[in-house]
């Protein structure tokens, strides 16, 4: 049995380890089919509505956070309404980004809702517990991507 490891976890602001925009209002009568990947704030699906073919911007690499506290990782390109915040980082990749995705949808859950939803304000706020590692150039402590990688891979390797 794989075990989480929580000793050397710390608090982040979202703001401070991933770079964060909004995505863009494209009403669905204005959609063209195509093969894009297209998010919003569905939670079926992985978060993907349709597939469009006139995107007003085009990402890859992201976690995607929707308005209802869904958070979905795509390496693959995608485009997505402005019922999205995209976070990116740099040291992000399908293992790190599974893991976040996961760790922040369940902290969402009951947060989030009709009523209150999670638009780029409310997401500027958000602070996740994860897993660190002291830097030692800098003395400060910060994420563990290789942790959060290697987990995902032993998981896998476990089913």
């Given at each position: ?49 349709c597939y469009i073919g006139n ?102 390797k476990e089913l």
């Amino acid at each position: 049995e794989i075990r989480i490891d929580t000793i050397n976890w710390k608090i982040y602001k979202l703001v401070d380890i991933f770079d964060i925009k909004r995505g863009k209002r494209l009403r669905s009568i204005d959609r063209t089919k195509g093969n894009l990947r297209f998010f919003s704030s569905t939670s079926e699906n992985n978060g993907v509505s349709c597939y469009i073919g006139n995107p007003l911007f085009i990402e890859n690499n992201s976690l995607i956070f929707n308005t209802f506290g869904n958070v979905f990782y795509s390496e693959e390109e995608f485009s997505g309404s402005d019922e999205i915040t995209i976070l990116q980082n740099i040291k992000l990749n399908n293992k790190n980004g599974f893991f976040l995705s996961t760790i922040m949808s369940k902290n969402n859950e009951n947060k989030y809702g009709y009523s209150n939803k999670a638009f780029y304000n409310e997401i500027i706020k958000e602070e996740i517990y994860l897993p660190s590692i002291l830097n030692e150039t800098t003395n400060e402590f910060e994420p563990d991507w290789k942790y959060m990688e290697d987990y995902i891979t032993d998981l896998e390797k476990e089913l």
